[in-house]
């Protein structure tokens, strides 16, 4: 990111609660103590947004194999820093179970074989039920499942989309949204 690119990016982020002021309640001309309190809740709620934002970008680009000292150069930290600050996510060391019901995890996922082993994982009755950083958790069935993933920026629109659609929401990863679709018994 150049210069002038994060000098236009703070700008625009720090306009947030305004732009929220004026498009919710209107602009703060004859604002009186309470609405400006008010705009610190709001650029509060703004500040603790981005905080998590970074967090899922982070988890995004580990998806998308970039390394620790990719993020930590990314935002001006050491390899280490990073690692302590942005992983943390443990390995609870579930493994298959043939029973319906039983919760297993697959590991080593990345952005770019995570579509893969949802395929794969569906066609064995695999029903994605969690996923968090290289991992997907998927519960037993006797039904084949069927997984579609969007990029959602705006989840909200993409959910309502794919459940006109007849998907399911079945778990999400930011940027992207996992949907599935139980399709026919095993047995069949």
Not at 18 to 36: N, S, V
Not at 79 to 87: D, K, N, P
Request: with cysteine; glycine share 10%.
């Amino acid at each position: 990111m150049t210069p002038d690119q994060e000098k236009s990016l703070r700008e625009r982020v720090a306009d947030v609660p305004l732009e929220w002021r004026m498009a919710e309640i209107g602009p703060l001309d004859q604002a009186d103590r309470a609405a400006f309190v008010q705009m610190v809740t709001a650029a509060h709620v703004a500040a603790d947004e981005a905080r998590r934002s970074v967090g899922r970008w982070v988890d995004a680009a580990r998806r998308a194999e970039a390394t620790w000292d990719d993020i930590g150069r990314a935002v001006g930290i050491s390899r280490q820093a990073a690692q302590q600050r942005f992983g943390g996510w443990g390995d609870t060391g579930e493994t298959p179970g043939a029973a319906p019901g039983a919760v297993y995890r697959r590991r080593g996922l990345t952005a770019f074989n995570e579509v893969r082993v949802l395929t794969e994982e569906g066609a064995k009755g695999g029903e994605a039920v969690a996923c968090g950083p290289g991992w997907f958790a998927f519960c037993t069935t006797d039904r084949q499942w069927t997984y579609h993933r969007a990029v959602a920026l705006r989840p909200s629109r993409t959910i309502e989309a794919m459940t006109a659609e007849g998907w399911t929401l079945a778990t999400e990863w930011y940027p992207f949204l996992y949907f599935k679709k139980a399709g026919p018994s095993l047995a069949a």
